[in-house]
T-cell receptor, first 111, second 113 residues
Framework: GNSVTQMEGPVTLSEEAFLTINCTYT??????LFWYVQYPGEGLQLLLK?????DKGSNKGFEATYRKETTSFHLEKGSVQVSDSAVYFC??????????FGTGTKLQVIP | NAGVTQTPKFQVLKTGQSMTLQCAQD?????MSWYRQDPGMGLRLIHY???????DQGEVPNGYNVSRSTTEDFPLRLLSAAPSQTSVYFC????????????FGPGTRLTVT
């Protein structure tokens, strides 16, 4: 079946540091890939998406590229802010409108 | 436009009690889902619905019932609460045109003692 593997957290960075959160997946067919973000005390929000190989999703300074050859969708941001502190979930589309989520990676950005 | 709303925000139950978690959306989305979030396990799908009158089981359906009598509402019923159902529950909805782009409610934190 489908699965998503994310790097374990927490990830602690200083403000303005470069961020990478690794995500790899196993899936049949050609899924769409997503990053969701969960701020403290809130539900998940869609951050960005990519629907086919070599697509780059981007939003709010975050980017991720759909790499079919390495089955990866790593999240990057060039300069993180304290307000980026949250839990980040990698996810992929499955059959019957289902979404498979990774376990989440907590990011803490310190001033 | 309130999006996806969930009530209550917090609930404590004793083992064996039953309750219903409410979920409503005002975006006229066809698809709705219930997830539970547990530490180290991400989100796991409990039940989902692709339209009024149609529901199906997800990954972890045991101990839960759902119904979808209207497009807007998708309540989750715990039949006889168990400590293993202590979790944070999220409801989500999505449009038929983009089914994987889900909108989440703020969650219900449930503790079963």
């Amino acid at each position: 079946g489908n699965s998503v593997t994310q790097m374990e957290g927490p990830v602690t960075l200083s403000e303005e540091a470069f961020l990478t959160i690794n995500c790899t997946y196993t899936a049949t067919g050609y899924p769409s890939l997503f990053w969701y973000v969960q701020y403290p005390g809130e539900g998940l929000q869609l951050l960005l998406k990519a629907t086919k190989a070599d697509d780059k999703g981007s939003n709010k300074g975050f980017e991720a590229t759909y790499r079919k050859e390495t089955t990866s969708f790593h999240l990057e941001k060039g300069s993180v802010q304290v307000s980026d502190s949250a839990v980040y979930f990698c996810a992929l589309s499955g059959g019957y409108q289902k979404v498979t989520f990774g376990t989440g990676t907590k990011l803490q950005v310190i001033p | 436009n309130a999006g996806v709303t969930q009530t209550p925000k917090f609930q404590v139950l004793k083992t064996g009690q039953s309750m219903t978690l409410q979920c409503a959306q005002d975006m006229n989305h066809e698809y709705m889902s219930w997830y539970r979030q547990d530490p180290g396990m991400g989100l796991r799908l409990i039940h989902y619905s692709v339209g009024a009158g149609i529901t199906d089981q997800g990954e972890v359906p045991n101990g839960y019932n759902v119904s979808r009598s209207t497009t807007e509402d998708f309540p989750l019923r715990l039949l006889s609460a168990a400590p293993s159902q202590t979790s944070v529950y999220f409801c989500a909805s999505s449009a038929e045109s983009s089914p994987y782009e889900q909108y989440f409610g703020p969650g219900t934190r449930l503790t079963v003692t």
